[in-house]
């Protein structure tokens, strides 16, 4: 069971406990300088001794920083999605840290594995943040068909009747981000939270004002006013929200600009798309981390419509594998 790394959701304290219970939990360095996941690597070991990894955008500016902490602290594991930079995966590989990409189409599988993937995460339609349009009863088993690596399953996964489907279809597990999003170690507010227990699975929308790319999100308040919003107010909102992104992270904005040219040279991105790309962490830091739903966005997966408590993450894993071992049994009695 992977936790995956839900930006502004994924600290140390989550991570910690997930490793603690038994799973593998990713640090959401993708919105955070290399000081704050300094900072967060050294806090997770200080509460766990279970392997852990760290996710990271490498097409940002502080990326081989971030790298060189990775290997400094002996981080298990790595996760990014969109261009990867052969160069670092070489660099991780060579310092035996897994590299584990996650993709939403199965055209990039086989690509992913012949840049140095040694396993993947496939999130479907139903994946909450960016996600493809293709279910994970479709994409998942034709990626397991196409790849020689692990595969793990995302998008639509909160329980032991999906692992069990998802190993059913040949994954080696499942990954999450909704599911531990809704968990009591989970930073994020309660107001939050509840936004999220209150939705329906049709709430659950995929809309692609924020940056052009394909979003799931909880369709509220906000999100009505950003779709009525012009295409010269959402680029003036890149452009603030960019000022305060690079600040956050501690980049420059003529860097992230360069790194927004060379990430659409790669072609799995417009360069207008990579100048609203700041938009999302920004507008989801204000419902996620200040606790003001109705001010900012809420990405999720469509499964929190069916999700309906809190959990400790222990109790939650320990909940998994219960219901998949029950699950196990009354498949076997079949035969």
């Known amino acids: 069971v992977i936790q995956t790394a839900r930006g502004w959701v994924a600290d140390a304290n989550l991570v910690a406990a997930t490793g603690n219970a038994g799973g593998f939990g990713f640090i959401a360095g993708a919105v955070m300088p290399p000081a704050e996941i300094e900072q967060q690597i050294v806090a997770v070991k200080t509460a766990s001794d279970a392997p852990f990894g760290v996710n990271f955008h490498m097409f940002v500016p502080d990326a081989e920083a971030i790298v060189e902490l990775c290997i400094k602290y002996q981080v298990a594991a790595v996760s990014y999605s969109r261009s990867p930079v052969p160069a670092l995966v070489s660099r991780l590989k060579a310092a035996n840290i897994v590299c584990i990409p996650t993709i939403g189409a199965a055209k990039?599988?086989?690509?992913?594995?012949?840049?140095?993937?040694?396993?993947?995460?496939?999130?479907?339609?139903?994946?909450?943040?960016?996600?493809?349009?293709?279910?994970?009863?479709?994409?998942?088993?034709?990626?397991?068909?196409?790849?020689?690596?692990?595969?793990?399953?995302?998008?639509?996964?909160?329980?032991?009747?999906?692992?069990?489907?998802?190993?059913?279809?040949?994954?080696?597990?499942?990954?999450?981000?909704?599911?531990?999003?809704?968990?009591?170690?989970?930073?994020?507010?309660?107001?939050?939270?509840?936004?999220?227990?209150?939705?329906?699975?049709?709430q659950m929308v995929?809309?692609?004002?924020?940056?052009?790319?394909?979003?799931?999100?909880?369709?509220?308040?906000?999100?009505?006013?950003?779709?009525?919003?012009?295409?010269?107010?959402?680029?003036?909102?890149?452009?603030?929200?960019?000022?305060?992104?690079?600040?956050?992270?501690?980049?420059?904005?003529?860097?992230?600009?360069?790194?927004?040219?060379?990430?659409?040279?790669?072609?799995?991105?417009?360069?207008?798309?990579?100048?609203?790309?700041?938009?999302?962490?920004?507008?989801?830091?204000?419902?996620?981390?200040?606790?003001?739903?109705?001010?900012?966005?809420?990405?999720?997966?469509?499964?929190?419509?069916?999700?309906?408590?809190l959990p400790a993450v222990a109790e939650l894993i320990e909940q998994i594998m219960s219901q998949a071992q029950q699950r196990l049994h009354e498949l076997e009695a079949l035969r």
Request: a neutral charge; glycine letters at 12%.
């Open 108 to 202: 990039h599988a086989a690509k992913a594995v012949a840049m140095g993937a040694d396993a993947l995460v496939v999130q479907g339609g139903e994946g909450g943040g960016h996600t493809g349009g293709v279910a994970s009863t479709v994409l998942l088993p034709e990626v397991v068909r196409s790849v020689d690596v692990p595969v793990a399953a995302a998008g639509g996964f909160k329980d032991g009747d999906g692992l069990v489907a998802a190993l059913a279809f040949g994954a080696s597990g499942i990954a999450m981000g909704t599911r531990f999003l809704l968990s009591q170690e989970s930073p994020v507010p309660l107001a939050t939270k509840q936004c999220y227990l209150n939705a329906t699975p049709e």
């Open 206 to 309: 995929v809309r692609t004002v924020l940056d052009g790319i394909p979003q799931r999100m909880l369709y509220n308040r906000y999100l009505r006013s950003l779709e009525s919003s012009s295409s010269a107010g959402m680029l003036l909102r890149a452009v603030k929200n960019g000022l305060a992104f690079s600040r956050m992270t501690e980049s420059s904005l003529l860097a992230m600009l360069k790194s927004a040219w060379q990430m659409s040279r790669s072609g799995d991105v417009t360069f207008a798309q990579t100048l609203m790309a700041a938009n999302a962490p920004m507008m989801i830091q204000q419902a996620i981390v200040a606790g003001q739903p109705d001010r900012g966005v809420l990405p999720g997966g469509q499964i929190a419509g069916t999700i309906d408590d």
